[in-house]
């Protein structure tokens, strides 16, 4: 029989099966659903309830459809909110406040007015004790402002050596005016090269220092040797004082000056005694107003930013001019810079420590070669104040390196060594490093000062 045949007798019988039975009979179950006939012979396969619920296109996965599936929420909680305001008579609080919290009120409040006073009192008490000159008893001793075209020889001498000024210093200082000079009501204090005058610096050279002020022959004139190990000094400069013309007992000094650029350049301005009263150098004493570093501010032990204890933060004192001052009376010194605000040093000599040997903790021995001898204090029989109590006059200079400890070994490069018996020699060995540093420009170069003023207490 046909497949038609045998459908429609099928058909005719009223039979039971169902028509897709039959129609499953001429396919096979792999088929792709490509494949499959779009006829509705064909339904599709069934599958477990929980996998058609987890379908995502299943309308059985929606909540309204399984309500028991979804999960369980707790009820809200009850309003805390208050149903209605509260009368005065539900609040006790307002008829009136405790004893307790009173007290601790009142307590506060006078904690705070006595802090308020104390703070007060010790504003007053920090102002009052600020030691300070009176300017009304001051009397001009020096106004200097270099509005001649050479030094006022009424006020000022030259220093000219090159025995290094018990610092072991570099430079030598001359009489020559490329090395001091006045200009535009300026002097100017510039440090040149020896090798640009003098041939044989390092080795085979003689030089005698013309002008010279010391009656220390071995200051007056040098050599240079390699197999020695000496040299003659490598930079000329120039050095100022007022001895013997301009000094001051107790009072004010003010310098407004320019520093100098250039690496191991070292400028300063400084006072010494009239008279070795108490022995020679130091303990008579010396007041340092002013010292600097040309080294420029990446110097690790301190460059052109720096003047003694103060310093500049965003720019160094070789970019501009500053003003340098001393206020010295019988019980104290404070050196500022532009300012009496910013003081750098205030000394008051009180307490235990009523004398400046006292400050110094000097040992009661100290050893000299192979002997040990006594120190004795040379202001003994003086007052607080001593060496301080004492005419001095003002010194002005630029010097060049230096064994002193100024600038620390092994620091910036520095190509000498203090405690060597060639530290000039080996300084000047190195010059094409340092020299290179000193710009070209006199304005920058040189140690420049304004104006110097000198005050003394009116007697």
């Not at 000159?133 to 270099?146: H, Y």
């Not at 080795?203 to 040098?222: K, M, V």
């Not at 070669?369 to 109590?389: I, L, Y």
Request: with cysteine; proline share 7%.
């Amino acid at each position: 029989m046909s497949p038609a045949v045998a459908a429609s007798t099928m058909g005719d019988s009223g039979s039971n099966l169902p028509r897709s039975s039959s129609a499953q009979t001429f396919r096979a179950p792999f088929l792709s659903p490509a494949s499959r006939p779009s006829s509705s012979l064909w339904s599709p396969p069934s599958y477990p309830s929980q996998l058609v619920l987890n379908h995502p296109h299943s309308p059985a996965a929606s909540s309204s459809a399984l309500p028991h599936l979804l999960p369980k929420t707790k009820p809200p909680l009850p309003s805390t909110r208050i149903a209605a305001p509260l009368s005065d008579s539900e609040k006790p609080w307002l008829n009136g406040k405790e004893p307790r919290a009173t007290l601790s009120y009142w307590i506060t409040v006078v904690c705070m007015l006595i802090g308020v006073g104390l703070a007060a009192v010790l504003c007053w008490r920090g102002v009052a004790d600020v030691v300070m000159l009176d300017q009304s008893k001051l009397c001009l001793v020096l106004n200097e402002n270099f509005d001649g075209g050479d030094l006022d020889e009424s006020v000022w001498s030259r220093d000219v050596e090159l025995g290094g000024f018990g610092n072991g210093e570099f430079q030598m200082t001359t009489t020559s005016s490329d090395n001091l000079f006045i200009k535009n009501s300026q002097l100017y204090i510039h440090p040149t090269l020896s090798s640009d005058t003098i041939s044989n610096i390092l080795d085979g050279g003689n030089y005698t220092l013309e002008g010279c002020t010391t009656d220390n022959s071995t200051a007056c004139s040098t050599s240079s040797s390699a197999s020695r190990g000496t040299v003659i000094n490598p930079v000329m400069s120039a050095r100022i004082n007022t001895k013997g013309k301009k000094s001051i007992k107790y009072g004010k000094v003010e310098i407004k000056a320019k520093m100098p650029r250039g690496d191991w350049l070292w400028p300063a301005i400084w006072m010494l005694p009239e008279e070795e009263k108490y022995g020679t150098w130091p303990a008579s004493g010396e007041i340092d107003i002013l010292e600097a570093r040309g080294n420029r501010p990446s110097y690790p032990a301190q460059g052109s930013n720096f003047v003694r204890s103060f310093s500049l933060k965003r720019s160094s004192f070789d970019e501009g001019f500053h003003v340098y001052g001393l206020e010295w009376d019988a019980k104290f010194m404070r050196f500022y810079t532009d300012t009496r605000v910013n003081a750098m040093l205030n000394l008051h000599i009180t307490g235990k420590k009523r004398s400046f040997w006292d400050r110094g903790g000097f040992p009661e021995t100290a050893q000299n070669g192979s002997a040990k001898v006594v120190v004795t204090n040379p202001w003994a029989n003086s007052g607080p104040s001593a060496p301080f109590d004492q005419p001095f006059y003002l010194i002005v200079d630029l010097a060049a390196g230096g064994t002193s400890g100024w600038f620390p070994d092994n620091k910036g490069n520095k190509p000498w060594y203090d405690g060597s018996l060639t530290a000039m020699r080996d300084f000047a060995r190195a010059q094409d490093k340092w020299a290179a540093t000193w710009p070209e420009s006199v304005e920058d170069r040189s140690f420049r000062i304004d104006y110097i003023k000198m005050w003394e207490v009116c007697h």
